[in-house]
């Protein structure tokens, strides 16, 4: 068990470094990695904002980045590491593609599909079940979303004072 555990360290921090690149580009920080017999065959990283795409999540990418790659729609010896617990969009195309296994670090209380909110990925009434671990580095990639939303939460609140005393000099300018 060591080993996998190792493994998964590995691959997660791969996902980690997408996630990294996600938020350089002020994206939501989530990262993915499919890997398939000990090799990663895909990377992404959120991209909905630079996209103006809602389906341009890291899961997604990362599974089309695969089945191009591999020629096939069937992922089903792959393992899908990803730094946020996949939501229901991600996990249904986690199960239509087959994947085997879903690493994930931070769980996602309000969209999480893997065993949080609700788990879709091993619902017997689908055909196809993924094996799931959960909390693979949580802390770093809990960290990351932490930084990023508190980044955007105080950008915003110094754009809405910046406006608050733009309209404070207009309205001081109208009464001279």
């Known amino acids: 068990m060591q080993g996998k555990s190792n493994e998964d360290e590995f691959f997660m921090k791969q996902a980690i470094e997408e996630a990294m690149k996600a938020d350089a580009i002020e994206e939501v920080p989530i990262g993915a990695v ?22 341009a999540h890291a899961e997604l990418l990362a599974i089309e980045q695969a089945c191009q790659k ?18 229901p969009m ?18 996602d209380p309000k969209g999480g599909c893997a065993g949080t909110l609700m788990n879709l990925l091993q619902d ?17 990639c809990g960290e990351l979303l932490s930084h990023f939303f508190r980044r955007i939460r105080k950008r915003k609140k110094r754009e809405k004072r ?14 001279a």
């Open 90 to 107: 991600c996990s249904g195309a986690i199960m239509l593609s087959r994947i085997q296994r879903v690493v994930y670090g931070a769980a």
């Open 70 to 87: 591999l020629g096939t729609w069937r992922l089903e010896n792959a393992v899908l590491y990803v730094t946020l617990e996949p939501c």
């Open 124 to 140: 017997q009434r689908f055909n196809h079940q993924c094996e799931i671990e959960a909390g693979v580095l949580k802390q770093e």
């Open 34 to 55: 499919i890997v398939l017999n000990g090799e990663i065959i895909s990377k992404a990283h959120n991209l909905r904002e630079t996209e103006q795409n809602a389906v």
């Open 162 to 175: 910046d406006r608050n005393l733009g309209n404070l000099e207009l309205t001081e300018n109208d009464n």
